[in-house]
């Protein structure tokens, strides 16, 4: 994974900074920056996008191989030392499965949650990086149990990104939604 990459950089300084959709869906506002678990962390792009708006963001991943393109994802950057934040104080990786590591984690206070999504539509098939990804992890059918996981333990809320006309994690209602071109922010409030 590269961080440094020049798609990333723009989109860290053109996307909007904390009024794009997912900085509004997980609670950042003016002075205010929440500590994330990103349950499902991947190659880390939305971990990396909410730490360069200003959130300490815990990742957890259950796959090795992708723990280990994002550990060596974070060396580079740190040692690149050309972000203007400290990659090392505000991402910190933990490998395991996030519903046992969240369980034994005494403080959520917002979780975020972007699990594969078994129908994909066609435009995020046609992503590399979604091909590889599922091509590595397969379907994360046991989703909606670690939304029920993540529920029971966040402290202010829990964010679920899902494709564009997807039903919703399991049949809880969120309390609202934020919706983009093709997918939307289910966010559940505790
Ligand atoms: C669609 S990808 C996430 C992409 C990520 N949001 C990004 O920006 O790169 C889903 C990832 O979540 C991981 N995952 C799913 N369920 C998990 C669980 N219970 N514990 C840890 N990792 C999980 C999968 O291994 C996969 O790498």
Do not use: W
């Amino acid at each position: 994974m590269d961080f440094l990459s020049d798609a990333l950089n723009y989109r860290r300084q053109h996307g909007g900074g904390i009024k794009q959709a997912i900085a509004r869906a997980i609670g950042i506002k003016p002075g205010f920056r929440p500590h994330i678990i990103d349950a499902t962390a991947g190659l880390g792009k939305d971990s990396f996008l909410l730490s360069s708006l200003g959130c300490k963001v815990t990742m957890i991943e259950r796959s090795p191989v992708l723990a280990a393109l994002l550990v060596d994802g974070l060396e580079r950057a740190i040692q690149g030392q050309s972000l203007p934040f400290s990659v090392k104080e505000m991402m910190t990786l933990v490998k395991g499965d996030a519903a046992k590591i969240i369980r034994e984690t005494t403080a959520a206070h917002t979780i975020y949650l972007d699990p594969m999504y078994p129908h994909s539509s066609k435009s995020a098939l046609n992503k590399l990086e979604m091909r590889m990804i599922r091509f590595l992890v397969g379907d994360d059918l046991d989703a909606a149990k670690l939304l029920d996981t993540a529920l029971e333990y966040a402290s202010n809320r829990v964010v679920v990104k899902r494709p564009k006309g997807a039903p919703t994690l399991s049949g809880i209602t969120p309390s609202h939604v934020i919706t983009m071109k093709n997918s939307r922010y289910d966010v559940y409030m505790i």
